[in-house]
T-cell receptor, first 112, second 110 residues
Framework: DAEITQSPRHKITETGRQVTLACHQTWNHNNMFWYRQDLGHGLRLIHYSYGVQDTNKGEVSDGYSVSRSNTEDLPLTLESAASSQTSVYFC???????????FGPGTRLTVL | GIQVEQSPPDLILQEGANSTLRCNFSDSVNNLQWFHQNPWGQLINLFYIPSGTKQNGRLSATTVATERYSLLYISSSQTTDSGVYFCAVVASGGSYIPTFGRGTSLIVHP
């Protein structure tokens, strides 16, 4: 069955370190999204991509970057981790623009 | 941008009770989805419903796009229905970016 996976599921890192969170989907969806979820803020969009070599900034993109070299993967990089980036990160994909989104299981990141 | 408001913010039920969750949005939409986030944090798709009515077992949803709201009905609630229910919309004529509501937290007691 097609699916969307994220790794690692849990990560503890130190302030200032570079961290990369992986997202892999096997639906062959063109559209992929990264969100963070924090108490009191709900789900907020970090970056998104509409296809290979396309990336766009979302509502809370500062301190994060993404690259899209193939259809299946959209890794999220924290260039220099900060304590404010402690959060749960979700990756999602959709087949169509404005289409139904499917979410990965999430990655819980703690920055000490 | 489009505003999404969900009500009530919190809901506590006894097992077997029925409930209605509401999602209001401030502009016309191309897409509306309902999700259930279970206590383990997983986001589960319930309905993709930009307009009309759909049913799936004990759950059903209705979106009245012209009046800019959607309702999620849960009948004969079970403890496994506990969690947070999110509504997410994509505004028409925009950038295809989803906007999420703050969610309704549901606790179902046995």
């Amino acid at each position: 069955d097609a699916e969307i996976t994220q790794s690692p599921r849990h990560k503890i890192t130190e302030t200032g370190r570079q961290v990369t969170l992986a997202c892999h989907q096997t639906w062959n969806h063109n559209n992929m999204f990264w969100y963070r979820q924090d108490l009191g803020h709900g789900l907020r969009l970090i970056h998104y991509s509409y296809g290979v070599q396309d990336t766009n900034k979302g509502e809370v993109s500062d301190g994060y970057s993404v690259s899209r070299s193939n259809t299946e993967d959209l890794p999220l990089t924290l260039e220099s981790a900060a304590s404010s980036q402690t959060s749960v990160y979700f990756c999602a994909s959709s087949e169509y623009l404005a289409g139904e989104q499917f979410f990965g299981p999430g990655t819980r990141l703690t920055v000490l | 941008g489009i505003q999404v408001e969900q009500s009530p913010p919190d809901l506590i039920l006894q097992e077997g009770a029925n409930s209605t969750l509401r999602c209001n949005f401030s502009d016309s939409v191309n897409n509306l989805q309902w999700f259930h986030q279970n206590p383990w944090g997983q986001l589960i798709n319930l309905f993709y419903i930009p307009s009309g009515t759909k049913q799936n077992g004990r759950l059903s949803a209705t979106t009245v796009a012209t009046e800019r709201y959607s309702l999620l009905y849960i009948s004969s609630s079970q403890t496994t229905d506990s969690g947070v229910y999110f509504c997410a919309v994509v505004a028409s004529g925009g950038s295809y970016i989803p906007t999420f509501g703050r969610g309704t937290s549901l606790i179902v007691h046995p």
